[in-house]
């Protein structure tokens, strides 16, 4: 283990103490980043991919608990690298979050390129004024909002992000151990009931692996204990740097212990930084002290003598390895040893990985290779010569679903909230139940809806139609299937005409000329109607006259023809019995009467 600085004065001497840059690099990874809406989110091997799916999209750099601790007055600018192939106006956000809100303390407009085939950098003055808000206080998270106007669909591709001050001088490092020496012996293990919960050693690559007692679980949270090599004065150097990888995602937490026990976990020492998910790449995790941190719980500053890495997995067993490259006091002098770091020394190890993954349709490998179907595969990442990240991949392959509905509507069809009225192919784009792209496509055709008109021409009413497709079938309401009836009596008469499509018409009208010459002057009346045997025509017509009476089936027959004297007073008695049932027409013709026809019923 590396001893303390013995030119401490060197560090003292500067005239501004440097505070590192912070450094998200999405290559392989998210970098703890989350969607804040209106998007998804994806580790490439060049970038993660935004995906919107509507023209707000927004990530934050972790979730409402994350807390950087950083103090706005240490930085002034952020660098941010990215390529925007949508063709929105390119207008992009980033976001400054107090601790414990997703309510911005203030965001800046930085206009991006369109169109784009390849990154670029652009950079972001913290100094200048926010479109919204003010730029102070506690910077907890950073929230970066894709150019505005992106449409449903559209992906931007973010490369990395960097947070910086560049008016300060660099500060070096107080204290640091690179896990070189193949020693554990400053390392404490948590022990719960005298039973070990985790356990250390060195690697072969020079780093501290940290996991889970086989033989037990590890309790859903607690804490490691380093004790530096002698006691050291942090004052202007109270920040702290741990280069880590991992499989998966939980918080972390730094506390400084003096020689006297007093420990920075109060409100304001409770600095947490939530670990990346990568276990091919070192991702840089600063845990910066404000002053309150030491005050509130009485720790001396110039007499620290160990740290407490505090883990907080929220279940009861470590959930994977932790592998810590180095710990450092103040900052980073860059000397990293992590696998997926470019500074890395050759070594002998490979890194063996269980991994389980799903996907939908297909996973591209970082070897290459394409995978379609689910099972297990090992996935081979040559990072440096002599050192190769192993991957013992269980894939789940999902499949993206589609469906064609054929669908035969009169007029029009409403189909997810959307009303057709032309015949063609349309698609809907959504999510199945696996969480992959399902396609709905509907074969539409639209036919047309007869259109009926009545026509009177008494004593039958008919139906023109017009539209749809023939043969056309008729039903009127007094049940007749014919394109004409003769009504029998006055009222309102419709008919429904389906045509060949099964598409329906319909028309209604009202017929008021039924017995109308029964009615003039109430000279005529015809009765009973309806009869079985008899119906009598009597008359009070005063005029003499010969008159002719025939009776017409409906098909025009002449069934029965009669000549009378029709008088004042006039009755005549017809004898029907031999009729078979139905509606029949009588013509009366005289010289006052001209082709009158009347109807009656033979039950």
Known sequence: MKNLFS????????????????????????????????????????????????????????????????NSLDYNQVTISLKNPTTGNGNTRLYIYPPGTNTATCYYVFPVDTAMTGFSTY????????????????????????????????????????????????????????FNDYTVSNWGNLTISTVPKYNFYETACQELKVFSDSLSSAPAYGYVTYEFDSIIDITGYEKVTIAERSSSSFPI??????????????????????????????????FVFPDAAFSESNVDKTIISKLRVFFDFGNVDMSSPLFIDYLSIGDSSGLNNAIGLSEIDSCNCDIVVLDTISACDT???????????SGNYFDTLSLF??????????????????????????GDYIWNGTTYTQSGNYSFNTVNNLGCDSVAVLDL???????????????????????????????????????????????????DVLDANNCLGSDTTTVNFVGFENNINNQIQIYPNPSFENITISSNFKINSPTVINIFNLTGKLILSNNIEMKNGFSENINISSLSTGIYLIEIKNSLFQNQMFHFIKK
Do not use: H
Request: glycine letters at 10%; aromatic letters at 8%; hydrophobic letters at 35%.
């Open 7 to 70: 030119i401490l004065i060197l560090f003292i001497s500067f005239t501004a103490l440097a505070q590192a840059p912070i450094t998200y690099n999405w290559q392989n990874s998210k970098q703890g980043w989350i969607s804040g809406g209106g998007c998804n989110l994806a580790a490439l091997p060049g970038s993660m991919s935004m995906k919107a799916f509507n023209t707000t999209p927004l990530m934050r750099s972790g979730n409402l608990q994350a807390n950087l601790g950083l």
């Open 363 to 373: 996973l591209v490998l970082s070897n290459g290779n394409i995978v379609t179907s």
């Open 385 to 410: 010569p002599a050192c190769d990240s192993i991957r013992d991949l269980n894939i789940t392959i999902l499949n993206s679903s589609s469906s064609l509905n054929s669908i035969s509507e009169c």
């Open 253 to 286: 937490r730094i506390d400084f212990e003096d020689s006297t026990g007093n420990v920075t976990n109060g409100n304001n020492g409770k600095i947490t930084v939530t670990t990346s998910s990568v276990l091919n790449s070192s991702s840089i995790l600063s």
């Open 445 to 495: 055709t639209i036919n047309d809806i007869p259109s009926p008109q009545i026509i009177l021409s008494s004593p039958q009413i008919s139906v023109n139609v017009t539209g749809g497709n023939s043969p056309y079938t008729y039903l009127w309401n007094t049940g007749e299937i014919t394109s004409s009836i003769t009504p029998i009596n006055n009222g309102t008469f419709y008919v």
């Open 123 to 178: 950079t972001i003055d913290l100094n200048s004024t926010p479109a919204s808000g003010t730029y102070s206080g506690t910077i907890a998270r950073f929230g970066l909002g894709g150019p505005w106007g992106v449409a449903n669909g559209d992906t931007i591709f973010w490369e990395n992000m960097v947070v910086s001050n560049t008016n300060s001088q660099q500060m070096g490092n107080l204290y640091e151990d690179q």
